[in-house]
């Protein structure tokens, strides 16, 4: 199993800029594809970005691509969302997530096994 700890989440201004960073603990890190998903109050969780083990590959949704970067650093097994241009449509819980590689799906929260607590997210106009 892997544990995962959210952290940066707050309170942020539209134009700006927020980091989010995800530590992991337990299982080998590399063994991980990782994503991270949101949930905004009184609607469904929705996928934002993904990246593979190895780091080889991305994946992002439409609503935040060319604003958000997903990293990792496999070294201090610690994944990474930086938010750049924020929107107030960003205000939601961010989740971080983990998957076994041999799933396929990087975008459907059903093939995560392992979720952290959540950080909220707050984007003010």
């Known amino acids: 199993q892997v544990q995962l700890v959210e952290s940066g989440g707050g309170l942020g201004q539209a134009g700006g800029s927020l980091r989010l960073s995800c530590a992991a603990s337990?299982?080998?890190?590399?063994?991980?594809?990782m994503g991270w998903f949101r949930q905004a109050l009184g609607k469904e969780r929705e996928f934002v970005a993904a990246?593979?083990?190895?780091?080889?590959?991305?994946y992002y949704a439409d609503s935040v691509k060319g604003r958000f970067t997903i990293s990792r650093d496999n070294a201090k097994n610690t994944v990474f969302l930086q938010m750049n241009r924020l929107k107030p449509e960003d205000t939601a819980v961010y989740y971080c997530?983990?998957?076994?590689?041999?799933?396929?799906?990087?975008?459907?929260?059903?093939?995560?096994?392992?979720w952290g607590q959540g950080t909220q997210v707050t984007v003010s106009s």
């Open positions: 337990g299982r080998p890190f590399s063994s991980y594809d």
């Open positions: 997530a983990a998957k076994q590689r041999t799933i396929a799906t990087m975008t459907a929260a059903a093939g995560y096994a392992y």
């Open positions: 990246i593979r083990w190895s780091g080889s590959s991305t």
